[in-house]
C-alpha cells in the first residue's frame, strides 16, 4: 500500500475552486446560479439556492471571479444534494464537455 489518502486515490484529483456558476436544468428554461467549492476532470461541487433530484441533468458554465480564465462549459448528472444554511449542496458527475 502506498500510504495516500482516499482522496488522493481518485483518477482526476479534486482541486478547491470558488467560481461562479450558471446552470439550467433539463426540461427548466430557467437560468439558475451558484458558487462552486471544487472541481475534477470528473465532477463537480457547488452551492444554490435550488433544490434538486438526484439524476437530473443540468447544462452549467462556470466563471472565475476575475475573469482570467476562459469559462468551462459542460453537462453534468446530480448525484446527491445536501441541505446547507438556506442553501443547497450539489454534487455531480460530468457527463460531456462543450
Known sequence: MSGRSYEEKRDYP???????????????GALYTGTSNNLSHSGIQFVT???MIPGTTIEFRL????GKVDPLEAKARVLRV??????????GTITEYK
Open 14 to 28: 479534486r482541486i478547491s475552486i470558488r467560481a461562479d456558476i450558471t446552470y439550467r436544468i433539463d426540461g427548466d
Open 49 to 51: 439556492e435550488r433544490d
Open 63 to 66: 466563471a472565475s471571479f476575475d
Open 82 to 91: 445536501e441541505p446547507a444554511e438556506n442553501t443547497y449542496v450539489v454534487a
